[in-house]
């Protein structure tokens, strides 16, 4: 077991009982993580996180009733210290931006080996963030080509001190505050502090949009993490 006590209480949420149960049996093995429900689709992915209070969600984003997206928003709203990790076969920028907008902290996709999967959970539950670097690559790539339209300008790369860069490649490492203030030995308050600098000068909503954003400005290289 990690450094944790109680065990990170998951929800699974896809509308196949096949992959549901594949999920489950693969983290259930780990002493520090608990399968506590699964929903067959996004109304009852809400219903149950209400009811079960998880710590995280793994959330595919299409379902019948309602889809992931629309979920991760009611959940979001409703239970702020639920995180939300998507897990999908959807690789497009369309449905990866919409869930990273939506709130959620992690994007894999189905082919993830068992172990990427059980990390991707530890390190959502701890409020980090993880976007898999070959689709955010590919995200960005889409999204500069539409955010270029020819004739508009390129943004302009905002001017990070170089703190602020450190904190940045941790984050896209998936490091939590506590790691971060760790690491480079200040206080968690000060990380909290340069976290909401970085996501005002990146104009992200979300640590993982914020990433994304680093991303395609040049500010980190998908490569390096």
Same mark, same amino acid.
């Given at each position: 077991?990690?450094?944790?006590?109680?065990?990170?209480?998951?929800?699974?949420?896809?509308?196949?009982? =096949?992959?549901? +149960?594949?999920?489950?049996?693969? =983290?259930? =093995? +780990?002493?520090?993580?608990?399968?506590?429900?699964?929903?067959?689709?996004?109304?009852?992915?809400?219903?149950?996180?209400? +009811?079960?209070? *998880?710590?995280?969600?793994?959330?595919?984003?299409?379902?019948?009733?309602?889809?992931?997206?629309?979920?991760?928003? #009611?959940?979001?709203?409703?239970?702020?210290?639920?995180?939300?990790?998507?897990?999908?076969?959807?690789?497009?920028?369309?449905?990866?931006?919409?869930?990273?907008?939506?709130?959620?902290?992690?994007?894999?996709?189905?082919?993830?080996?068992?172990?990427?999967?059980?990390?991707?959970?530890?390190?959502?539950?701890?409020?980090?963030?993880?976007?898999?670097? %070959?689709?955010?690559?590919?995200?960005?790539?889409?999204?500069?080509?539409?955010?270029?339209?020819?004739?508009? *300008?390129?943004?302009?790369?905002?001017?990070?001190?170089?703190?602020?860069?450190?904190?940045?490649?941790?984050?896209?490492?998936?490091?939590?505050?506590?790691?971060?203030?760790?690491?480079?030995?200040?206080? #968690?308050?000060?990380?909290?502090?340069?976290?909401? %600098?970085?996501?005002?000068?990146?104009?992200?909503?979300?640590?993982?949009?914020? =990433?994304?954003?680093?991303?395609?400005?040049?500010?980190?290289?998908?490569?390096?993490?």
């Amino acid at each position: 077991m990690t450094d944790r006590q109680i065990p990170i209480r998951v929800l699974i949420a896809d509308d196949h009982p =096949v992959v549901r +149960e594949g999920f489950s049996a693969i =983290v259930d =093995v +780990e002493d520090d993580i608990q399968v506590v429900g699964q929903a067959a689709d996004g109304r009852e992915a809400v219903r149950l996180a209400r +009811e079960l209070r *998880p710590d995280v969600v793994l959330m595919d984003l299409v379902m019948p009733q309602m889809d992931g997206v629309a979920a991760i928003e #009611e959940i979001r709203a409703a239970l702020p210290e639920t995180h939300i990790l998507i897990l999908t076969t959807y690789a497009d920028d369309e449905h990866i931006m919409a869930g990273i907008r939506a709130g959620a902290r992690g994007y894999l996709l189905k082919d993830a080996l068992p172990d990427e999967l059980v990390q991707a959970i530890r390190i959502v539950a701890q409020g980090g963030s993880l976007l898999q670097p %070959n689709v955010a690559a590919r995200v960005l790539d889409k999204l500069s080509t539409l955010m270029g339209g020819g004739a508009e *300008p390129e943004p302009p790369r905002p001017l990070l001190t170089p703190r602020e860069e450190e904190i940045l490649t941790l984050l896209a490492g998936g490091a939590r505050n506590r790691d971060i203030a760790q690491t480079l030995f200040i206080s #968690e308050r000060t990380v909290k502090v340069h976290i909401a %600098n970085l996501m005002d000068k990146l104009e992200a909503k979300t640590r993982t949009e914020a =990433v994304a954003r680093a991303i395609k400005l040049g500010l980190l290289e998908p490569d390096r993490f």
